[in-house]
């Protein structure tokens, strides 16, 4: 039920891009990404619904793919505030799910 | 604005023992969870209340219950207390199901089982 994320660490310098994969083996209605920095909470980053809606981010995008259950997180010219766990969630059954977490660490 | 506030942060328990972990929300939010993050593992569901005066297990609700005291507050209680539980637990709140909302953390409670 936990969807698959990839990859599972990556290290950008300071204006590179990154993506980060989210795959499901569940029909998708809506995948959430978050980011959360060490030590803290996480913090929600944006919704793709179903039909393409988006809700989220001014500096972060990202694209769902329903058909293929995925879901991916574009980050792009990355800044040192990016640095973090970022987490997927979809929704199956009734309940929520988590991914296991991308780490990201921006240097300058 | 408080949004989701967990006490305590830290706790320390010894095997066998028993604690009440709180979280309260002022968001007015039908909706509560509970968490633990694990490393490696990203979040796990425990429990979670869809609307005040309901309660269902998540994907690790063995050894843990809860209490939906009124639409603020969902508290966790560990019963008897085992090493297995020592992790970060996570409170969160949303305005109706995850399907459509964002959630909301709170800052999060380490619990170390002794």
């Known amino acids: 039920q936990q969807p698959v994320q990839s990859p599972q660490a990556v290290i950008l310098r300071e204006g590179e891009d990154a993506v980060i994969n989210c795959s499901s083996s569940?029909?998708?209605?809506?995948v959430h990404w978050y980011r959360q920095k060490h030590g803290e909470a996480p913090v929600f980053l944006m919704i793709?619904?179903?039909?393409?809606e988006q809700k989220g981010h001014e500096k972060i995008s990202a694209s769902f793919n329903e058909k293929k259950q995925q879901s991916s997180l574009y980050l792009t010219a990355s800044q040192l505030s990016y640095s973090g766990t970022y987490f997927c969630?979809?929704?199956?059954?009734?309940?929520?799910?988590f991914g296991t977490g991308t780490s990201l660490t921006v240097i300058p | 604005n408080a949004g989701v506030t967990q006490t305590p942060k830290f706790q320390v328990l010894k095997t066998g023992q028993s604690m009440t972990l709180q979280c309260a929300q002022d968001?007015?939010?039908?909706?509560m969870y509970w968490y633990r993050q694990d490393p490696g593992m990203g979040l796990r569901l425990i429990y979670y209340?869809?609307?005040?005066?309901?309660?269902d297990k998540g994907e690790v609700p063995n050894g843990y219950n809860v209490s939906r005291l009124n639409k603020r507050e969902f508290s966790l209680r560990l019963e008897s207390a085992a090493p297995s539980q020592t992790s970060v637990y996570f409170c969160?709140?949303?305005?109706?199901?995850?399907?459509?909302?964002?959630?909301?953390f709170g800052q999060g409670t380490r619990l170390t089982v002794v």
């Open positions: 969160a709140s949303s305005k109706g199901q995850l399907e459509t909302t964002e959630a909301f």
């Open positions: 569940k029909a998708l209605y809506s």
């Open positions: 793709l619904l179903k039909g393409g």
């Open positions: 969630g979809t929704e199956a059954g009734n309940q929520f799910y």
């Open positions: 968001m007015n939010h039908n909706s």
């Open positions: 209340s869809a609307s005040e005066g309901t309660t």
